[in-house]
């Protein structure tokens, strides 16, 4: 399967690219940066420079790579900057969908965020609402494709996340009293 993986050298697409390679899929995955090509290629995926909010290259980069499914983990969070990966969830996934549209692209899987449900007495589905916003108007727009997928991720932490290490991440909110680490 033809593969394009937006979102190539973020802390989910770096692992994610050498898995579905071994998995024998073509990936093309890309980049914000020139270069971080040579990572992409060394993970075994032709890299593409794309900026997701230039709509144009976008399209162009879709319809020449022409896949058979989109992989979406576009983020921004290198800096912190929760308004820089909230305008890339909106107008990144925008651009993405519409690409992926005019291409006749009709399978995307979408990276979203688990805690953003509505608490309630049981357990979660996947049915039950997320919180209006940014995620579940980016939710709503992959959905808009034939067969969209959408995995709700929990809280990341490690190297290149915004919780590098087991104390930061037990400094979360909610951090669950029963959870354990190991370190080697």
């Known amino acids: 399967m ?15 690219i050498p898995a579905l390679v071994a998995a024998g899929h073509e990936v093309v995955a890309t980049t914000r940066r020139p270069e971080s090509l040579a990572l992409l290629d060394d993970r075994g995926a032709r890299g593409v420079v794309m900026d997701a909010f230039d709509a144009d290259r976008v399209t162009a980069v879709v319809a020449e790579v022409a896949p058979d499914a989109i992989l979406h983990e576009l983020t921004d969070l290198g800096a912190g900057d929760r308004d820089a990966n909230a305008r890339l969830r909106r107008e990144g996934t925008a651009n993405l969908v519409a690409a992926a549209e005019a291409a006749g692209v009709d399978r995307m899987l979408v990276q979203s965020i688990a805690w953003l449900v509505q608490p309630g007495a049981a357990a979660a589905t996947e049915d039950e609402p997320i919180t209006p916003g940014v ?20 809280m990341l932490w490690g190297p290149s996340t915004w919780y590098p290490d087991a104390a930061s991440a037990r400094s979360l909110p909610g951090w669950a009293a029963g959870c354990t680490s190991t370190t080697s």
């Open 135 to 154: 995620v579940a108007d980016m939710e709503r727009a992959v959905a808009r494709l034939p067969h969209a997928t959408v995995l709700r991720y929990g």
């Open 2 to 16: 033809r593969l394009l993986l937006a979102g190539g050298t973020g802390v989910i697409g770096r692992p994610l």
